[in-house]
């Protein structure tokens, strides 16, 4: 009787074992399949060095300022999202936009580049006076920078600044130019400003 009593006890605690044992066996199982198809599947949708989020590159950058006029809209180091479609402004052939958005002078230079145009190319004092005229409110990178090889400030297609259209004077650790409140300084390359974009009209 005793023996007939053990045998119903262990056979209830086996199935009462098996009730709470069942449900993480089948998790552990579908873990461990999902962590299977993860490792099988993720270089096939990320393959290695197709995608990099960082913004330098040990052996060029930054880049010197008279380098930058020859990059690529899209610096092959870095993830940009493209700005929102511009509204460009026309003067005497050329269309100018003049951004809402701040950033550092390569970057400003690489988004004109996304809508095939430089920074601004100032000519003579009609297209100073239309620049002027537009940055009036805040500062605004233009395309003209000082070269530590020529030490001479000079246009992004590396013409020479002609000082009676506006003298500017070289500081330390400002190579860069920004316009604005009607005056023309220079400033830190690395700081955030807007910036003015220009392109022939076609």
Sequence with gaps: MEDKQMEGWYHRLTRMNWQHVAPGVILLLVKLTGTSLFFVFFPQIFPKGNISLSTKNSSVWP???????????????????????????????????????????????????????????????????????????????IGLTYSESTKKWEWIDHKEHNINLFPIKATMDKECVAIGAGDVSPVSCYDDYNWVCEKTYS
């Excluded at 145009?117 to 990178?141: C, G, H, R």
Aim: proline residues 8%; positive net charge; charged residues 25%.
């Design 63 to 141: 880049p010197a300022p008279e380098q930058i006029s020859s990059l690529s809209p899209l610096h092959p180091t870095t993830v940009r999202i493209p700005l929102k479609k511009p509204r460009w402004e026309r003067f005497r052939g050329h269309d100018y936009l003049f951004s809402e958005e701040k950033a550092t002078w390569l970057i400003s230079q690489l988004d004109c580049k996304d809508w095939k145009s430089n920074l601004v190319i100032i000519n003579d004092t009609k297209e100073l006076e239309f620049v002027i005229n537009k940055t009036a409110m805040a500062n605004y990178f």
